[in-house]
């Protein structure tokens, strides 16, 4: 994510301010799968959007950007938050269904995605190096969609392959937004309109708020806007092909989450699974570097 002027490029700051998000990302999907027992997925949804927004207003209160708020190509923005609204909702129901190193094992297909639309919307030029990494990848998020069971589907893992999808085409819009709209913008007017559309929609089953679950709020609100910001400076610090690869970092944190909070440990087709399925997206990145 970007502004539509050109900035100069500082990967080690980029790399950095990635990690940061990552971290911080994954920290507000922990507490995410831990209010699952008690919400739905859209009334997460909103408490997602919710409890950043405020902190969002104060960054951009302070950092001169609240001048710009109107400057927007609205039909995007609608689209980004009906994306949104879809990846997350998406994302918390394979949370509550699967561990977070499953879940995000499957939602790491989204590069594979990416470059497989920015052939057909953006236009851009895969070998067939880079098509053979897709199908491998795709071959491999195929594996992991079985369940453990005797079911034809995981209903988690296809939640979190939408996720994916949505997740996919939501950064192909940011790559157009990009040329005419700050980043504060993105930012702001995405969580804005998560906020009022997934409160909408978790009206009739909404439940109560427990206030002996506000750290969980808390943290929701903090790790997410924290995360918001510096994905967003990461993107405009450093090329996206330097700073991609960082996101596979989640896996690490996952892992630690799952183990450290709900003693679950990894399987040996998890581990195998999601190798595969890194390995395919940072060739992509490689290969994208190299041209």
């Known amino acids: 994510m970007s502004h539509s002027t050109q900035p100069q490029d500082h990967p080690i700051k980029g790399i950095l301010a990635m990690l940061l998000a990552v971290l911080m990302f994954s920290g507000m999907d922990a507490a995410m799968k831990t209010l699952t027992e008690h919400y739905s997925a859209m009334q997460i949804t909103f408490f997602r959007a919710a409890c950043a927004w405020p902190f969002i207003v104060v960054w951009l209160a302070t950092t001169g950007r609240l001048q710009h708020l109107l400057q927007a190509r609205w039909s995007l923005h609608v689209l980004r938050a009906v994306l949104g609204i879809v990846m997350l909702s998406s994302f918390i129901h394979a949370v509550s269904l699967l561990s977070l190193a499953d879940t995000y094992s499957i939602f790491f ?33 195929i594996y992991m969609l079985k369940p453990s069971g005797d079911g034809l589907l995981s209903l988690g893992a296809l939640m979190a392959l939408i996720s994916a999808v949505c997740y996919a085409i939501s950064a192909i819009t940011v790559r157009v937004l990009a040329k005419s709209d700050y980043a504060g913008n993105m930012v702001f007017w995405l969580m804005t309109m998560i906020g009022i559309g997934a409160g909408l929609l978790a009206l009739p089953d909404w439940q109560p708020l427990q206030w002996v679950l506000w750290p969980y709020f808390l943290a929701i609100g903090i790790t997410g806007a924290i995360g918001q910001v510096f994905i967003t400076e990461a993107f405009r610090l450093a090329p996206p092909s330097v700073i991609a690869p960082f996101e596979y970092t989640a896996l690490i944190w996952g892992l630690g989450f799952d183990i450290l909070l709900w003693q679950v440990w990894p399987t040996a087709s998890m581990l195998l699974g999601s ?17």
């Open 109 to 141: 297909a989204a590069p594979l995605i990416i470059t497989l639309l920015s052939v057909w919307w953006l236009k851009d030029q895969v070998n067939s190096r880079q098509w053979a990494a897709i199908v491998v990848g795709l071959a491999a998020v």
């Open 275 to 291: 190798a595969v399925i890194m390995l395919s997206g940072l060739y992509l990145i490689w290969q994208q570097q190299r041209r």
